[in-house]
């Protein structure tokens, strides 16, 4: 079946630290791929997204590329704030539609002044 | 600025009674869903509903039943609360063909 694996967390960093977090996937097909964040109190919104092989995604300083040969989504940012403390949903997509999401199970993160 | 709005962000219903949760998006958007999101699994898809009066079952249906009557409007509906499913639930809407989902803020509910 079609699965997304994150990387344990919680994920504690000092500001300015570079981050990843490690999110693989198993799809029948060539899946959309999605990192979403969601802020303490509030609903997930989408950070970046790439829908083909080689694609990079990037958003508010945050990176992903899409590796079809390692099956991989890893989300990179050069120098967190303490504002990006939250938790991240990778998350992939098989159909056109936008109607059939898989979510991971999330990794929070938590940076420190 | 695309708005969901649920209706509770927190609910506690005692076992066996009937729970409504309401979700209303304003951007005239076609899909909408209802997840439900717990410690460690993520987020699972219990309904979605691709237009008015349609409905398809999502990854986790049972227990649950949704409503579609309005296109800015997806309730969902747990017939006989059960203590295991205590959780967060989350609706979302998106515009037909597109991947970005927009999520409402969410509600906790709690079943003793």
């Known amino acids: 079946g079609n699965s997304v694996t994150q990387m344990e967390g919680p994920v504690t960093l000092s500001e300015e630290a570079f981050l990843t977090i490690n999110c693989t996937y198993t799809?029948?097909?060539?899946?959309?791929l999605f990192w979403y964040v969601q802020y303490p109190g509030e609903g997930l919104q989408l950070l970046l997204k790439?829908?083909?092989?080689?694609d990079k995604g990037s958003n508010k300083g945050f990176e992903a590329t899409y590796r079809k040969e390692t099956t991989s989504f890893h989300l990179e940012k050069g120098s967190v704030q303490v504002s990006d403390s939250a938790v991240y949903f990778c998350a992939l997509s098989l159909d056109n539609y936008g109607q059939n999401f898989v979510f991971g199970p999330g990794t929070r993160l938590s940076v420190l002044p | 600025d695309v708005k969901v709005t649920q209706s509770s962000r927190y609910l506690v219903k005692r076992t066996g009674e009937k729970v409504f949760l309401e979700c209303v998006q304003d951007?005239?958007?076609?899909?909408m869903f209802w997840y439900r999101q717990d410690p460690g699994l993520g987020l699972r898809l219990i309904y979605f509903?691709?237009?008015?009066?349609?409905?398809e079952k999502g990854d986790i249906p049972e227990g649950y039943s949704v409503s579609r009557e309005k296109k800015e409007r997806f309730s969902l509906i747990l017939e006989s609360a059960s203590t295991n499913q205590t959780s967060m639930y989350l609706c979302?809407?998106?515009?037909?063909?597109?991947?970005?989902?927009?999520f409402g803020p969410g509600t906790r509910l709690t079943v003793t």
């Open positions: 799809a029948t097909g060539y899946p959309s």
């Open positions: 790439a829908t083909k092989a080689d």
């Open positions: 979302a809407s998106s515009l037909w063909g597109s991947y970005e989902q927009y």
């Open positions: 509903s691709y237009d008015v009066k349609m409905k």
């Open positions: 951007m005239d958007h076609e899909n």
